[in-house]
């Protein structure tokens, strides 16, 4: 069913149907849907509760990885976003993509979630390079992928948005390791 993780601050488990309403709520709106490729602007519930289920099936069959963003905070636990790591196709890198909810922007959640992803894609992944890319009206993000160590590789591509139904320029990041 995928990794769960824990870092200082999160915990990245797999969604379940109680997530819906949240991922409904916080990825439809509006200013975090056009920033992702998949993402509808309105997300409406049971569309929300139909990806739950779906990636319930595919996790069983394949190591891709859409994790729930739990924020622990003084014993509780509230869920603050997702995140994930993927293959667009079998013979493709690796690649990591993130939100988070808005009530929880400006505290580092995103750094500290993609953090865990790189470790687990260099650790339990055992792989050598991971992409990610941002849109380019969305500085904030690439920022975010900076810190972590990506590096723009100098590509773009015009990539759609279901949150803008358009195509919005998107600019390509990567990260290599290096055996040490």
Same mark, same amino acid.
């Given at each position: 069913?995928?990794?769960? !993780?824990?870092?200082?601050?999160?915990?990245?488990?797999?969604?379940?149907?109680?997530?819906?309403?949240? %991922? /409904?709520?916080?990825?439809?709106?509006?200013?975090?849907?056009?920033?992702? /490729?998949?993402?509808?602007?309105?997300?409406?519930?049971?569309?929300?509760?139909?990806?739950?289920? %779906?990636?319930? !099936?595919?996790?069983?069959?394949?190591?891709?990885?859409?994790?729930?963003?739990?924020?622990?905070?003084?014993?509780?636990?509230?869920?603050?976003?997702?995140?994930? !790591?993927?293959?667009?196709?079998?013979?493709?890198?690796?690649?990591?993509?993130?939100?988070?909810?808005?009530?929880?922007?400006?505290?580092?959640?995103?750094?500290?979630?993609?953090?865990?992803?790189?470790?687990?894609?260099?650790?339990?992944?055992?792989?050598?390079?991971?992409? /990610?890319?941002?849109?380019?009206?969305?500085?904030?993000?690439?920022?975010?992928?900076?810190?972590?160590?990506?590096?723009?590789?100098?590509?773009?591509?015009?990539?759609?948005?279901?949150?803008?139904?358009?195509? /919005?320029?998107?600019?390509?990041?990567?990260?290599?390791?290096?055996?040490?």
């Amino acid at each position: 069913m995928g990794p769960r !993780i824990e870092t200082p601050r999160l915990i990245l488990r797999h969604p379940e149907m109680r997530d819906a309403p949240f %991922i /409904a709520k916080y990825a439809g709106d509006y200013d975090i849907a056009c920033m992702t /490729a998949l993402v509808p602007h309105p997300y409406p519930t049971p569309a929300a509760e139909m990806w739950v289920l %779906i990636r319930n !099936i595919a996790a069983q069959k394949s190591l891709n990885a859409h994790l729930v963003v739990d924020i622990k905070n003084d014993g509780d636990v509230q869920m603050g976003g997702m995140a994930g !790591i993927f293959r667009r196709t079998p013979e493709s890198d690796w690649e990591i993509g993130y939100w988070i909810a808005k009530p929880f922007w400006g505290k580092g959640y995103a750094t500290e979630a993609g953090q865990a992803l790189i470790d687990y894609a260099r650790d339990g992944l055992k792989t050598d390079r991971i992409i /990610a890319g941002h849109y380019d009206d969305n500085p904030a993000s690439g920022r975010v992928l900076e810190q972590l160590g990506f590096r723009y590789t100098g590509k773009a591509c015009n990539q759609f948005s279901m949150g803008r139904m358009a195509k /919005a320029k998107c600019l390509d990041m990567a990260m290599t390791f290096h055996p040490g």
